[in-house]
Each structure stands twice: as structure tokens, then as C-alpha cells.
């Protein structure tokens, strides 16, 4: 039983959500303006309610007889979040006696562009909000215990915040995230820092050996270039390239000095598929840092054959602009039927 909601969660009825014992999954986004509160306090105050630690957390669970779960999404695929959710949808719909799901929804950060290949359910900026992606999920495995979606309309945190406004533990921290995230998230499949451990986690990229680009150094394209030059290979009009030098706190090169560039959105242009740069970046580095290097968790983040071919010189960015054109046209055909509210998805054409 499936049902898409528009009243809060504790104006409803259901038995279960009143008389049942429930498990609450949250995070740190689920804090309510309107309570001045996260959502499990509030629960705990009016229902009978215990905090999950995690969607594998089976002791509580068989104690319950539903589960409220609000987590506020990335609009990425790597959020680990989403492959839990998966596993636990499975394992309801296998077992004789289910779980009532409740899902408080939140808006998308990074919005309804869509960019990247579709790869183990997802492409690399979906574009869902995680109701969407419930839903999505619930159908294609045919499932019938009772999820329920409540709608971000229904949610003053939804209503009243900005998505982005309590920063998450993946480093989503701003509104220069869901510009960028999809694609710099690539960089943890190499040497190279994606900036995580510092204020800007995937606005910078950057490492040691990467000094050798320092404008007046090592160009390889020669001194009359700039990154904001239209001829450079790694050149995006939607984009300004700052040189800088950073040290993270942690993480990649944790207390070192990286040397590398802070990506700064230009506001008066639009069409930006940060995924497509990022390969462009990377290849352009390969090309002229030979410490440069791939991990071996860059094929299943980069989830592409014809991306990893770019990547390896095999094939021109035409051809990868081409693939990646195609799959966003197949995720936005598939996604379509998924939606539960009326802004549509779209790509960068």
C-alpha cells in the first residue's frame, strides 16, 4: 500500500502512528523550525517513540510497528543513504510481518537538473526528492507494505529553510554544492583532493604535485592562457577558475598544503554540467601531472564505460558529451513516471 500525503505527520490517524511503538531515523537537517526541535524529541513528546541508529538497526526495529524516517538528500547518487534505503525497502517487502514506512520529505538541494550517466539506479545528479526516490524504488520491486510519503508542502522545515541551510556530514554545506557536487565528487577516485576538510568542500580541487600548473610554471598550454580563456581545454563560461594553494584538515593530504583551483559559479550564465567538466579537469590534469593518478574506486564512482574511456584518452569529448546526452535523456523518461510534484526534471542542453 502506497500513499502520497499533504498533512503533517502528527495530524494523521493511523493507528500505528498513534498507538504503535514507532522508530525514528534522523539526522542533524531534521530539525523543525516551527518546534525548535528535531523531529524524534517531538515524536517522543506525543507518540511512543524510540531512536534508530540506522536502517540495520534490527533489535529496535522488531520491537516496532513502523518507522518515520526524515533525512534530507544530497540530489547526488553517492549519498550513502539512498543504497540503505534499498536494502531496507527489501527486506520489507520479504518479510510476513512489515514495518508501516513513514517518509518526511524534504525539497531537493540541488534542485531538478539532471546530469550523468544511469548507473546502479541512479545517474550522478538524479533530480528526486528522497520521496521520489521511495517511490521509485517501491515500485520496481513490485512491493506492498504500506510506505507512506509526506509531502515537503506539509513540512515547515521544508517550507520555511533552505534545503541547504544545517550542513550535512557528506560536506554539502552551501548553495555552491549542488553546483558542483555531482561531478568533483569524482575526485575521490583519485590523488587529488576534492576539497573535502576545508570550508569548500567540492568548490576546490587540488594537491602537492599540483603546483606544477601554477600560472608563470609548468603550462603546458604556454603563458598567454588563463583558465577563463576560451581556448583553454578546461575552460567553461559558466565557471571562473581561481588559482589557490589550501591545506586540509582532514581527509586527503590532511595538514599538507595542496596547490589546485576554487571553482566560483558565474551568475550570468547558466547550462553548467558539472560532471562533463569535472571529466574534462581530470583528463587535462592526467595530461600534465604525471603523479596524477586513479583509485581503484574511480570505475564504480564514475559508472560509465565511455566516461572511463574519456578518461583514458580513447575516445574525444564529443563522443562523451554525446553518451552522457543519451543516458540523461533515458533517466528523465524513466524519473518521469516517479514524480510526486509538478516542476518537472530537466538537463542542460
Known amino acids: 500500500m502506497f500513499s502520497f500525503r499533504t498533512t503533517p505527520l502528527l495530524e494523521q490517524e493511523d493507528l500505528t502512528l498513534r498507538r504503535g511503538r514507532l522508530a525514528v531515523l534522523d539526522d542533524d537537517t531534521a530539525w523543525h523550525p516551527g518546534t525548535g526541535e528535531y523531529l524524534f524529541y517531538t515524536l517522543a513528546r506525543y507518540r511512543n517513540?524510540?531512536?534508530?541508529?540506522?536502517?540495520?538497526?534490527?533489535?529496535?526495529?522488531?520491537?516496532?510497528?513502523?518507522?518515520?524516517?526524515?533525512?534530507?538528500?544530497?540530489?547526488?547518487?553517492?549519498?550513502?543513504f539512498l543504497k540503505a534505503l534499498r536494502a531496507f525497502f527489501l527486506e520489507q517487502n520479504r518479510s510476513d510481518t512489515p514495518l508501516s514506512v513513514y517518509i518526511i520529505d524534504r525539497l531537493n538541494p540541488s534542485g531538478r537538473c539532471v546530469e550523468g550517466g544511469h548507473y546502479d539506479g541512479?545517474?550522478?545528479?538524479?533530480?528526486?526528492?528522497?520521496?521520489?526516490?521511495?517511490n521509485m524504488y517501491y515500485s520496481e520491486m513490485n512491493a506492498t507494505f504500506p510506505l507512506h510519503i509526506i509531502s515537503a508542502a506539509a513540512n515547515d522545515a521544508a517550507r520555511e529553510l533552505m534545503p541547504w541551510s544545517i550542513p550535512q556530514p557528506c560536506g554539502f554545506c552551501g548553495?555552491?554544492?549542488?553546483?558542483?557536487?555531482?561531478?568533483?565528487?569524482?575526485?575521490?577516485?583519485?590523488?587529488?583532493?576534492?576539497?573535502?576538510?576545508?570550508?569548500?568542500?567540492?568548490?576546490?580541487?587540488?594537491?602537492?604535485?599540483?603546483?606544477?600548473?601554477?600560472?608563470?610554471?609548468?603550462?603546458?598550454?604556454?603563458?598567454?592562457?588563463?583558465?577563463?580563456?576560451?581556448?583553454?581545454?578546461?575552460?567553461?563560461?559558466?565557471?571562473?577558475?581561481?588559482?589557490?594553494?589550501?591545506?586540509?584538515?582532514?581527509?586527503?593530504?590532511?595538514?599538507?598544503?595542496?596547490?589546485?583551483?576554487?571553482?566560483?559559479?558565474?551568475p550570468g550564465e547558466t547550462g553548467y554540467n558539472s560532471l562533463l567538466h569535472t571529466l574534462r579537469l581530470m583528463r587535462f590534469v592526467a595530461g600534465n601531472c604525471p603523479e596524477f593518478?586513479?583509485?581503484?574506486?574511480?570505475?564504480?564512482?564514475?559508472?560509465?564505460?565511455?566516461?572511463?574511456?574519456?578518461?583514458?584518452?580513447?575516445?574525444?569529448?564529443?563522443?562523451?558529451?554525446?553518451?552522457?546526452?543519451?543516458?540523461?535523456?533515458?533517466?528523465?523518461?524513466?524519473?518521469?513516471?516517479?514524480?510526486?510534484?509538478?516542476?518537472?526534471?530537466?538537463?542542460?542542453?
Open 175 to 266: 548553495l555552491f554544492s549542488e553546483v558542483f557536487m555531482s561531478g568533483a565528487w569524482l575526485w575521490n577516485g583519485t590523488n587529488v583532493s576534492c576539497g573535502e576538510g576545508t570550508v569548500r568542500p567540492y568548490e576546490m580541487f587540488g594537491a602537492p604535485f599540483m603546483k606544477r600548473l601554477e600560472r608563470g610554471r609548468d603550462l603546458a598550454w604556454g603563458d598567454a592562457l588563463t583558465w577563463n580563456d576560451v581556448d583553454s581545454p578546461v575552460y567553461d563560461k559558466a565557471v571562473y577558475m581561481r588559482w589557490c594553494s589550501f591545506t586540509p584538515a582532514s581527509g586527503l593530504y590532511a595538514g599538507q598544503e595542496c596547490y589546485g583551483f576554487q571553482m566560483i559559479p558565474n
Open 293 to 349: 593518478a586513479f583509485n581503484d574506486r574511480l570505475d564504480s564512482l564514475v559508472g560509465n564505460e565511455v566516461m572511463m574511456a574519456y578518461l583514458r584518452g580513447e575516445v574525444d569529448y564529443d563522443a562523451l558529451r554525446e553518451a552522457v546526452k543519451t543516458e540523461e535523456q533515458k533517466w528523465l523518461r524513466k524519473a518521469k513516471k516517479y514524480l510526486l510534484y509538478d516542476e518537472p526534471l530537466f538537463r542542460v542542453k
Open 122 to 134: 541512479l545517474p550522478h545528479k538524479h533530480g528526486l526528492t528522497m520521496g521520489e526516490i521511495a
Open 49 to 80: 517513540a524510540v531512536r534508530l541508529s540506522s536502517l540495520e538497526d534490527t533489535a529496535v526495529l522488531a520491537q516496532c510497528q513502523g518507522v518515520v524516517i526524515e533525512h534530507q538528500p544530497t540530489g547526488n547518487r553517492f549519498d550513502p
